[in-house]
């Protein structure tokens, strides 16, 4: 479990390339949704803005928080899909051979263990990724000082329940096409 626990933490680190500035984008255009101003008018655009405004460093704004949200919830995700579906395999079964409900059920509980993870650097990142520039001077330590001081530290926790809600059917449906498809492949090109 370690070694999962290892491999899905570097897995955060490549999805972590390629998320970062998705997620600031969308972060963008939902606080410009929730406030009714248009300064962009869709995702190109913002990411054009934001390159003409800072460089790729203003495309890239939060990838450190992206970094601590991803990294250990991706360790995490991965490692308890894994150690579900060995406590859910009946003994003297193959773990390759565990039923389509066992499966949604460990990928569900992947995901909110991936989740449960995942919310205090995900608000962290959305609200310094939401920021005027120069507001958090000293990146996440400033952004997590004002929340705590502001809000309390179950501000870490905003939407909790919304994200625990999705996260069931959205991984649970997540690792049934993993597996699915993995037995595919494996019939197509046997021992590949």
Known sequence: ?????????????????????????????????????????GSLDCAKQLYREAGIRGVYKGTVLTLMRD???????????EWLKNVLTPEGKSVSDLSVPRILFAGGLAGIFNWAVAIPPDVLKSRFQTAPPGKYPNGF??????LIKEEGVASLYKGFTAVMIRAFPANAACFLGFEVAMKFLNWIAPGL
């Open 141 to 146: 330590r400033d952004v997590l000082r004002e």
């Open 71 to 81: 990294v250990p919830a991706s360790g995490m995700y991965f490692m308890t899909y």
């Open 1 to 41: 479990y370690p070694q999962l626990f290892a491999a899905g933490m570097l897995s955060g680190v490549f999805t972590t390339v390629i998320m970062a500035p998705g997620e600031r984008i969308k972060c963008l255009l939902q606080i410009q949704a929730a406030t009714g101003e248009t300064k962009y008018s």
